[in-house]
């Protein structure tokens, strides 16, 4: 989250709506996230806390995503927790995603409908690869593309400064790029299925041994689907940042909890 604490993702919020209607005023927030003009003017000047369980309401009537409403709940119990166990296990947390804010940077959606493409993607990665050449031939033979899309693709990602040329090499400028999550986006669209389709294509040309394509089948109830969805998101990045750390990288793989490598293997 980018915001210090959840005053500020309150005022935020506020002055979105307000953007979008001159007229919408703090009356109207209040009215919208069910308190009181004078409570939520006490709680936005940080004179009045809140309890877990009202964060919690206050995260439903803003329709936060899953991620943005644990953090919300986490921000208030760190703050006015009342339990010194509990108040100290909310401000771990919340240390926990600072740390992890500062690993990963989210992409804004406009900027990605110019990269929507995965090979975009891919190219960050072939430049923590031990044998990378800054050569657009070299690139394009690993990925399969054509020259010309490598050359594009560069241009692109230097214009957005997600990628610098020093002395003659490429750096990838942010290392962890994600995009936001539960938003729905023509773009992501292309890009999933865009390697939903190499992911086909891996399953019939990819020897089982190097990729792992798996399914399972189970009855669930539907009320637990954001916390299988937030345990599936944890089990991706701990998995990239443990990735991120290895030494000797030779190949550019694709988790879409199917596994299958995207870069042409090397005789």
């Known amino acids: 989250m980018q915001y210090s604490s959840y005053h500020d993702l309150l005022s935020d919020y506020f002055e979105r709506r307000k ?34 369980d009202a964060a919690k309401d206050l995260a439903r009537r803003l329709r936060l995503n899953s991620e943005e409403a644990k953090w919300f709940v986490e921000s208030v119990g760190a703050l006015h927790s009342r339990k010194s166990t509990q108040k100290i296990e909310f401000i771990q947390r919340i240390q926990e995603y600072k740390r992890t804010a500062k690993k990963f940077s989210e992409i804004h959606l406009e900027y990605f409908k110019v990269i929507a493409d995965w090979y975009h993607f891919a190219i960050l ?7 990378f050449e800054n050569d657009s031939a070299w690139m ?5 593309i054509t020259v010309e899309q490598v ?36 773009s992501l669209k292309k890009f999933h299925h865009q390697l939903m389709k190499k992911a086909m294509e891996a399953l019939y040309e990819q020897d089982v041994m190097n990729r792992e394509i798996s399914s399972n089948i189970f009855s669930v109830r539907k009320d637990k689907i ?6 599936l998101r944890v089990f991706r990045r701990d998995m990239e940042n443990e990735a991120s750390q290895s030494k000797g990288k030779d190949a550019v793989y694709c988790l879409s909890m199917q596994f299958y490598e995207l870069t042409r293997s090397v005789e």
């Open 19 to 52: 953007n979008i209607n001159a007229s919408y005023s703090k009356r109207a927030f209040a009215r919208d996230l069910g308190v009181s003009s004078a409570r939520l003017s006490q709680v936005l000047n940080k004179k009045h806390g809140l309890s877990t």
């Open 125 to 131: 990665e072939l430049t923590y690869m031990e044998d």
């Open 140 to 144: 394009a033979d690993r990925l399969c």
């Open 151 to 186: 050359n594009e693709a560069i241009t692109r990602l230097k214009s957005l400064n997600l990628v610098t040329e020093e002395d003659g090499k490429l750096k990838d400028v942010f290392k962890f790029l994600a995009t936001p999550n539960d938003v729905p986006s023509a």
């Open 226 to 231: 954001p916390e299988f969805k937030e345990k």
